[in-house]
């Protein structure tokens, strides 16, 4: 998204920008904070600094049907249960290991399964986690959706599968937000130089993956191209009705459930 910018293939207007590369739950705690200007951010996490930030229409991640995985060890005793109600029961006898409080996978596993025994571990590690034992099952963010099964892992359910087969709508993963009391004028221009840094991301594709690279765990060009191909499409360029639907509908259930504690008002930078 941010290859343009960082390389200077685009009008930076006179702005600069000092990039920071962060897991997206330091990212989530710095926002609370409200530490930086722009900055990605967990959906779920929108709900706690919606008084301070302002969504931009640009940079979604979304999961349209399929999303953060629940795995488990291929050894384990899960025998691949047929319903939904199964796979419930057998999860709610577990602990599992997730990557953060404040992260829309844990929401959307808390809206799929309700209370649950889990453990917070580093997003990169919860492989190893559930390898040694410390948890039965395992909630993954990152590529590890396509490479579950060649680490000796099988999935016990996708969560962007569910949501879409309940809502029909995509899971909101992740956004890019803006503070507030950066001044109307200002807010416009970066909002403008944020959408065409993705759309100039979007259309050299290659260029855009290689300078991503350095950034990639044990990823060749062709899983990054796959992976990233999953989460910055047509939604990353614009929400679109739907892709706000989305997002009133989440934290919508998330309130109605009692797993966030306020009403959100979502408010876009326009």
Request: aromatic share 10%; with cysteine.
């Amino acid at each position: 998204m941010f290859y343009a910018m960082a390389e200077n293939k685009i009008d930076l207007r006179g702005y600069r920008f000092e990039h920071r590369l962060e897991d997206i739950q330091t990212l989530n705690e710095r926002a609370l904070r409200g530490e930086l200007h722009i900055s990605a951010i967990s959906i779920h996490a929108y709900a706690d600094v919606s008084d301070r930030y302002a969504l931009l229409p640009c940079g979604a991640s979304m999961g349209d049907g399929y999303g953060p995985i629940i795995v488990t060890l291929n050894r384990s005793e899960f025998s691949s249960p047929t319903s939904d109600d199964e796979i419930r029961e057998w999860l709610r006898n577990r602990t599992i290991a997730i990557p953060g409080r404040m992260t829309s996978a844990y929401l959307a596993l808390q809206l799929y399964l309700g209370q649950f025994e889990h453990t917070v571990v580093p997003f990169d590690e919860i492989f190893e986690a559930v390898k040694n034992g410390r948890a039965g099952a395992g909630l993954i963010i990152h590529e590890g959706q396509l490479t579950y099964a060649r680490s000796g892992f099988r999935k016990v359910v996708d969560l962007g599968e569910w949501w879409k087969r309940e809502t029909r709508l995509p899971l909101p993963l992740g956004g890019n937000v803006l503070r507030k009391d950066i001044p109307l004028l200002v807010r416009r221009d970066l909002l403008a130089i944020m959408r065409e840094s993705i759309d100039y991301g979007l259309t050299h594709r290659e260029e855009a993956v290689r300078h991503s690279m350095p950034y990639a765990r044990d990823m060749d060009t062709g899983l990054a191209t796959k992976f990233i191909g999953m989460y910055v499409n047509d939604y990353t360029r614009d929400y679109g009705e739907k892709g706000r639907a989305a997002i009133w509908e989440f934290l919508g259930a998330a309130r109605r459930a009692g797993y966030i504690n306020r009403d959100v008002e979502v408010e876009f930078v326009e």
